[in-house]
């Protein structure tokens, strides 16, 4: 009669191995739920709740605004490898430089921008520069020619340079402009938000001189370099946005300044928080 071989030993081996693996996705999910439970705290995103299963988040809060800020803070945790945000209507899409990179991938972009800020305004200068010294040129000649030049000068309409008093109006009636919105952690602008850079691009174009910075600005909630990046694609996206109704691009000039000039200092409520997310018009010339 044949023996039957015992196969205790194999399974005894399969089953430590099973529960080593088990042990060590915990422990990774529970290190990784302890970093981004004090990365919401240190946020003030306290109200929100984080789970992982391996390294795959998901974040629940009680508004959209908060989850997508939350998803933003946990996607800069360190090891975190993807993040789905969650608010009382469903998933809340996140801004896409911020989900999935860490805190220092955000920095570096900001930095980039940062740069390539110098670079425009310095290649602004330069331009403006030339087209001084070209306008100059040709005040120069009508001057020449005769007398009416000179007062056509004086006015600032035979260069092309808006006014003293064309910039003043020209800021007044910006600054009436309607709040520019937008896609909850993202540069989508929102219905409204296309209404108002039609009001803006309306303006401009009744001023066709003057030349403005499109500022953008963002809350204090989530990595600082990730709002930062945010607030010149917001501005970027205004720039684009205006182009499109015809507005010059030489005009114009985008610059994202993040959190760092809040209209409410140190803002908790919500209702401060919406009024340091915005986008101003800055006339230059």
């Known amino acids: 009669m044949r023996k ?3 196969f205790l030993a194999p399974i005894a ?3 430590l191995v099973i529960g ?3 042990c060590q996705g915990g422990d990774i999910e529970g290190e990784l739920t302890q970093k981004a439970t004090q990365a919401l705290s240190d946020a003030g995103l306290d109200s929100a709740e984080v789970s992982f299963e391996g390294r795959e988040a998901t974040v629940e809060a009680d508004s959209a605004d908060d989850a997508a800020a939350a998803g933003e803070v946990v996607a800069g945790v360190d090891g975190v490898e993807g993040v789905t945000a969650m608010g009382p209507d469903g998933e809340v899409a996140l801004d ?3 989900e999935g990179d860490s805190t220092d991938d955000a920095d570096d972009t900001a930095t980039d921008d940062a740069t390539d800020d110098e670079g425009d305004d310095s290649a602004g200068a330069g331009d403006d520069a030339e087209d001084d010294a070209a306008d100059d040129d040709a005040a120069g000649d009508d001057a020449t020619d005769d007398a009416a030049g000179d007062d056509d000068m004086a006015d600032g309409d035979d260069d092309g340079a808006a006014t003293d008093a064309e910039k003043s109006e020209a800021q007044a009636a910006l600054d009436k402009t309607a709040a520019i919105t937008f896609v909850t952690g993202s540069a989508e602008l929102t219905a409204d938000g296309e209404r108002a850079v039609r009001e803006a691009a309306d303006t401009l174009d009744e001023f066709e001189n003057v030349r403005v910075t499109i500022e953008g600005h963002t809350d204090s909630v989530g990595p600082s370099g990730a709002n930062k990046a945010l607030s010149k694609r917001r501005a970027t996206a205004v720039l684009e946005a205006l182009t499109a109704q015809d507005v010059d691009a030489e005009r114009l ?3 994202g300044l993040g959190e760092s000039d809040p209209v409410v ?4 409520a919500a209702s ?3 009024k340091n997310r915005r986008v101003e018009f800055v006339v230059t010339d």
Do not use: E, H, N
């Open 4 to 6: 039957t071989k015992p």
């Open 13 to 15: 081996a399969a089953a």
């Open 20 to 22: 080593l693996a088990g």
């Open 96 to 98: 896409s430089a911020a």
């Open 253 to 255: 000039t985008a610059r």
């Open 265 to 268: 200092k140190d803002a908790t």
């Open 272 to 274: 401060d928080l919406a």
